[in-house]
């Protein structure tokens, strides 16, 4: 069961007394939910089951949502979406810690939410576009051209070089 709250917080001390092999499935449908610091999420949704093992409880998530994010080719806002599937073991003892080091909690309530922020900015793409053929800015006005078309001539752009060549054709002394 989650809270309020926090509804990534689940009460997981039921499970630590059952036989190895119980399970339980812990469903998630959150319209919106900040992830501290700083991570907004929409429409998270999906399924965290925790294991009982002799060596602690096996946590394996499944869930997906949508984040405000920029494009950075048009630079428009829009939702990008996200997917994770993780499986971590939360250890009962030091002889059973994993490398990410989770201890069963002592309170038997198990705080997902800095796992999952995670887990989230992870899969977010280092270069976000908003669809796969998204025509950008127009390196000329600026304008955005998946919403317009820009008549431009095609002008050269001129990165210094040309003086440079200039001065090489003439044959001129470059040295100091």
Known sequence: MSNSNNPLRLNIGFIIHQSIGYYRDFPFEIPNIHLKPDLELKNLIGTVRVTRTAQGLLVQA??????PAECVRCLADFEQPLEIDFTE????TSSSVTESGLYVPENGLLDLAPLIRDEMYLSIPIS???KP???GLCPICGENLNETTCHHEEETVDMGLNSLKELFQKGQDLSY
């Open 133 to 135: 053929d998204c025509k």
């Open 128 to 130: 976000p576009v908003c």
């Open 89 to 92: 073991l939360y250890a009962f």
């Open 62 to 67: 499944k869930m997906r949502a949508v984040t």
